[in-house]
């Protein structure tokens, strides 16, 4: 039915039609109650979509530690400095796939068993220096509470009180490429990343943390301590210079690739998508601020978590079954569901939402239940200022 024949129904009616809610220019109203429920969408998904298969989550993880290590014999067998830029690159790429099938152990997509989950995600994020309990239990608060303003866990949007309390140097940090994607070590520390929130994810009396957690805090912040110091004694070994070209470079690609990819969720979206406040937000309308992303020849790598809308509304369901689970809801989600632009075999595309969301995403207003960013257009002149 075309846009003519819809004028003469009521707002309620526009929604069937529409998928939503237009605003007073007839656009889209991304931040309008959904004319659906979440049961609806869970309806429209496969039931096999649900099913998580132990075995083959075991593959990919045997898969992708056969490549880490052919890569690692590969390095050291060249040993050349036109083979280590290559090898950097790949490997840092290869722990980002890691992180991803660690991720799904935390959410529990991973197998039906809670003991393998936690045998496999402690050993593989432990491997590339992340905290298992302590990100996965902030992990799932950011889950609990996408697209919230107060209670969101990961890259949420600053109040413009807090913004303004920001000396300059702490605002260039935070709004200068590349500075941002360098973040998650800060982020697991805690303290000095994220204005008005607090807790270290290695702490288990850290407020990210209830009491019952604690338990689990120590065991992966152990686990942890103790590849610190396995790396510690192999730069004995084999040299700290090789055991940085071997590890400590993939490593940073890694931080690179995961504050890229999380960054994008949830920003730089060629339309603002709101964020909400008290009575405003819904499990559900946070989730459908999320974005798919496109990322060419690295979406089967990193195991399609570019795919992430459905993996936001319902994270139990493997990496797999997320491009057909997504296909079969998007008639249900209408509008809602942002058809990611589609990439060449690098995603060069996505860079120019990096920095554009980065240059203009600064704060949202203290006040209001629905809030867009806004820009700081004093931050351009300074930055401009320190550039010159």
Not at 258 to 285: A, C, I, M, N
């Amino acid at each position: 039915m075309g846009e003519a024949a819809v004028e003469g129904f009521s707002m309620e009616e526009k929604r069937d039609f529409n998928g939503g809610v237009e605003n007073e220019d007839g656009e889209f109203d991304p931040s309008a109650p959904p004319p659906f429920k979440i049961g609806e969408i869970r309806a429209a998904i496969p039931n096999h979509c649900w099913v998580k298969n132990p075995w083959r989550s075991m593959s990919y993880v045997l898969r992708d530690l056969v490549v880490v290590s052919a890569l690692i014999a590969a390095a050291v067998y060249f040993n050349t400095w036109v083979f280590w830029p290559l090898y950097w690159v790949a490997q840092g790429t290869m722990f980002w796939a890691i992180f991803v099938l660690g991720h799904d152990c935390g959410h529990g997509s991973f197998s039906d068993s809670p003991k393998l989950n936690s045998i496999v995600g402690h050993i593989l994020h432990s491997s590339i220096l992340v905290p298992y309990n302590g990100w996965r239990i902030s992990h799932r608060t950011h889950h609990q509470n996408h697209g919230n303003v107060e209670n969101d866990e990961s890259w949420v949007p600053l109040p413009e009180k807090i913004y303004n309390k920001l000396d300059p140097n702490t605002k260039k940090l935070r709004f200068t490429v590349p500075f941002p994607v360098f973040a998650y070590p800060l982020y697991l520390v805690r303290e000095s990343l994220s204005p008005g929130k607090e807790g270290s994810h290695f702490n288990p009396y850290s407020s990210l943390f209830p009491a019952n957690e604690r338990k689990s805090v120590v065991t992966s912040t152990v686990c942890w301590i103790l590849m610190a110091v396995s790396l510690f004694c192999l730069s004995f070994v084999f040299g700290p210079v090789q055991i940085f070209k071997v590890y400590g470079v993939p490593y940073l690609i890694f931080v690179m690739w995961l504050d890229f990819v999380t960054y994008l969720h949830h920003h730089g979206h060629e339309q603002k998508l709101p964020w909400y406040r008290g009575k405003e937000w819904s499990y559900l309308r946070g989730g459908l601020t999320t974005v798919d992303r496109d990322y060419g020849w690295f979406n089967n790598i990193h195991h399609d978590i570019g795919t992430h809308v459905i993996h936001h509304l319902f994270p139990q369901i493997p990496h797999y079954h997320l491009i057909e689970a997504t296909r079969a809801a998007k008639p249900v989600l209408g509008k809602y569901y942002r058809e990611p632009k589609k990439s060449g075999p690098i995603p060069l595309h996505l860079i120019d939402n990096l920095v554009n969301s980065i240059r203009q995403d600064h704060f949202v207003s203290d006040t209001g239940e629905i809030v867009y960013y806004q820009t700081d257009p004093q931050l351009h002149k300074f930055l401009a200022t320190k550039l010159e």
